[in-house]
Every structure is written in C-alpha cells, then in structure tokens.
C-alpha cells in the first residue's frame, strides 16, 4: 500500500538513529561527444554540525556491477568533486556515495550534487534517490513500492524523454510497470510493460517514445506528464527524468515527485494559502508548471491579478506575470505538498526544468544555505535570494547576508557580507560580483557557497550559464 508522506515529520527531522547516509546518481562519460558527469558535494557535515565523516564511493555498470570502490575524506579540502573523464573514454552506469559517521547526522539523504555537461548545454540535479540501510529497512523506514510523478513529457522528431531507476541492494524480481501519460489537452493514454528482473545495485534507463505509439503526435507540439507505477528493492522510489538529444549534444534532468494521487499527504488549514515564489531572470519563455497527481482536489491559483481554477489530473503550464503564485484549495483543507516546477527557454536547446513546490505556514526557519557554483571561461553562476515575507515578516533591505567560498583545491575560504538590497526583487547576482577572484580560487572547477543569515525566511537558488546560452537551475540545501 502507498504510504503517507508525512511533511510534518520530515520537518522534524523524525529519520531515526543516522550513522550512514548516502546518493545514487546516473553517471555517464562520453569523450567522443563530448558529454561527462561530475558528482560534487560540500563537506557540510563538518560545516554545519561539526561532524567528521568518512565517505565510501562505488562505481558500477548498468547492470550493478562494481567496477570500482574507493574512500574519501576531507583532509586537504572542503569541496570533493569526482569525475572519472582521465579514466574512461565511455562509460554508463552509476555512483552511489555512503557517508558515514559515528555521531548521528540527523538527516539520511545526503546533500550531494551531479552535473552533467553535454556538447551544447548543462544541466545539474541534487540527490534524488538512495540506497537504505538495514536498520531502516526493518524499522520500515522505507519507501521502495513507486508511485512517482511529476515527469515532464517533450518529446518531439529530434529530442526524447528518459526516465533513471536504481534498484537496491537485493534482487528486484520480474514485473509489470504502468506507465500513464497525461497530456495538455487531457488526453489519457496508459501502457503496461513487463521488465525482467532487477540485479542489486542495477540502473535502468526507459524511454517512454518506445512505449508508446507516435508519443510525440499525442502530445501535439505541447508538454504532458508521465506517471509510473513500479518497485524496487531496498532503494527509494525517486527517479531521474529527464529529456537528451537524439545527437546527445543536449540534456537536461531534474527528479519525479510522488505521485500524491496515490500516496497521501498531512494537510494544515486553507488559513493562509501556500506561497511559490520564482526567480527574476530574463529567460525566454518562462513556466510555471502545476504537475497533475496532486492530492485529489480542485485547487485556486493566483499570480499578479490572473486567477485560474484547476483540478487534479490537469497539466497547467503558466506563464508568470508576478514572482509570487498563491494556492488554496476550493474543497477542503491545504495538502502540505503540491509539487510545481518551473522551466525556461536555453536558445533553440531544451528547456531547463527545476522541481519546486508550495510553501505552507508550518515550514520552520533555516538560516543556513549550501549551494553548486562554478566560475570559469565558459560556466558562470548566479546565486538568487527569495524571502517569503508573508509568513516569515519583512527583511530589512540593508539585512547582512553572509557569503562563503569554498574550493577543491584548499581548505581556506573566501568570504563576505552583502546587504539584502543586493538581490531583491528575486534577481540573481553573479558570483563574480560576489567574490573577487572568484575564477583563480575555484581552479575551475565546481565549488560551493554556503549563506547565512538571521532571517529564517529564505528561499536560495543557483543557476549554471554555460556559453551565455544554456541555463540549469537547482535550489540549495
């Protein structure tokens, strides 16, 4: 049975005992078209809660065959990017990371991050699925049974949509996949395939353009979703989605969501609505993007003085004429997830795609930030600060916001403090504008900022350009 997806708890902080936390992500190498992933990630652990850790990585084959398993720590440096580009010309497969310690790290996803670099564009993801640990899974801890969503459809003639799964660390037997497309003009097409049986550790990659017959036709030069039904063993139900390029010179990825017509969700009153607040960034073409398996409602947005009425199983592509989109729902009470995305055009490549949601009321205050930048002759960065004053009061604009810097190459940090004024009205400030020597310090390559201020009511982003043409956008830890 799909479980409740407790926010409440979540927000609490409500994992159990966490000695080993961890990430899988989809890593791929291609020299001759020139595409690389690189998985990267801040010793936060360290940063925040003054926990020393020790990391175990394990590279592995399509079918979860190791190939390779090594150890990792933080001793000449704050910042750890892996790539494996000197090693291997192609290679497929995955990278799972276990963090271990002997303090308990509160939180078992680890804050991991994976750029992937294709030969026109970029795009980076965070953690979206792990491996559990014993004691979770006997505690049951675990959500292994998939029931995920929000999985944007574009395929067209010359572009195709994907999905990732990893399985766990047992062997997932033979079974029946739904897949359920739902189209823009609500249309509803399902297919049933049989796949064979998962090793441990397996990735598997699907293209729904081979499920489902003349799948661009029926999407009519429009956006769908994708829902899908399925079951691992042992790892989380989180995927990874995306759309590549049939040259794979382009590629862009973000995660699925629960689908929360399946699962359930806590609720909290319609008192106030939930706030989704966007960046303010001159992209072509902007969306904001309602994904249809929401909890089963009828639901009212509003953006600027637009007002619309929508319902679960609709696929909603908006275009903004405000930063901020309130929710309420018509029926009942508020669900405390409904997950949105938001989307914007990269110069005749695909759109970048970055999962969001609502914020309700009961969110608690964080202070502190982490996120991916990089600095260097073709990627730039932009780092966005969002405040949600409706629930969290006014910010001051001359509020210091402290900055961090830190590289792969030392333990030493850049830092400084810059006034609220600097980003508001959601516009981002270039890192070069942030910290002097920026490029030199990063060596160029992935870095991290850290953020902290005594405002608890921020929202932080950051955005990739690579070439002034293709954007990737991620929200912070």
Not at 253 to 261: A, E, K, Q, R
Not at 266 to 271: G, Q, V
Not at 303 to 331: A, L, M
Request: charged fraction near 25%; include cysteine; hydrophobic fraction near 35%.
């Amino acid at each position: 049975m799909p479980k409740v997806i407790s926010q409440s708890e979540n927000y609490k902080g409500n994992f159990g005992i966490v000695l080993r936390s961890s990430a899988i992500f989809y890593y791929k190498l291609d020299k001759l078209n020139q595409f690389k992933t690189t998985v990267s990630f801040l010793n936060y652990w360290k940063l925040k809660r003054d926990i020393d850790i020790k990391i175990l990585a394990s590279l592995r084959d399509m079918k979860g065959g190791l190939i390779e398993r090594f150890d990792l720590d933080f001793d000449k440096n704050q910042v750890i990017n892996i790539d494996f580009s000197d090693a291997y010309d192609f290679f497929e497969g995955s990278l799972e990371l276990e963090i271990f310690s002997v303090t308990n790290m509160v939180i078992p996803y680890a804050a991991v991050m994976a750029i992937y670099e294709s030969k026109r564009s970029i795009s980076m993801v965070h953690s979206y699925t792990r491996t559990y640990s014993q004691h979770e899974i006997e505690e049951n801890r675990t959500i292994s049974i998939g029931k995920e969503s929000c999985w944007t459809i574009r395929d067209n003639k010359i572009n195709r949509s994907f999905c990732v799964m990893h399985n766990g660390s047992e062997r997932a037997e033979k079974q029946k996949i739904n897949l359920t497309l739902t189209t823009s003009e609500k249309s509803i097409y399902q297919e049933e395939i049989s796949i064979p049986a998962l090793s441990p550790y397996q990735t598997l990659k699907l293209y729904p353009s081979k499920l489902f017959k003349d799948l661009s036709g029926k999407l009519n030069n429009k956006i769908g979703n994708m829902s899908i039904d399925f079951e691992l063993k042992n790892s989380f139900s989180r995927l990874l989605v995306g759309h590549e390029s049939s040259k794979g010179d382009d590629f862009q990825v973000t995660h699925s969501n629960f689908n929360y017509s399946k699962h359930s969700t806590d609720e909290i009153s319609n008192k106030k609505p939930g706030i989704m607040q966007i960046i303010n960034e001159p992209i072509q073409n902007p969306q904001m993007i309602i994904y249809p398996d929401s909890s089963p409602g009828e639901y009212v947005i509003e953006n600027s003085d637009d007002s619309f009425t929508f319902s679960t199983g609709e696929v909603i592509s908006v275009s903004p004429k405000s930063n901020v989109f309130s929710v309420r729902r018509v029926d009942k009470t508020l669900p405390t997830r409904i997950v949105t995305g938001f989307s914007g055009s990269n110069k005749a490549l695909l759109p970048f795609e970055c999962s969001l949601g609502f914020m309700n009321e009961n969110r608690p205050e964080k202070r502190m930030w982490w996120g991916l930048v990089y600095s260097n002759k073709n990627i730039k960065s932009k780092i966005f600060v969002l405040p949600y004053e409706e629930f969290y009061g006014k910010v001051d604009p001359e509020l210091q916001i402290n900055l961090r810097l830190y590289s792969s190459n030392s333990n030493a940090f850049l830092e400084t403090n810059v006034s609220f004024s600097k980003f508001k009205g959601n516009k981002g400030k270039k890192l070069e504008n942030i910290f002097d020597g920026c490029d030199s310090f990063l060596g160029g390559e992935p870095g991290y900022f850290t953020l902290y201020s005594e405002y608890g009511g921020f929202i932080i982003y950051s955005m990739l350009i690579k070439d002034e043409k293709a954007r990737t956008l991620e929200h912070c830890f």
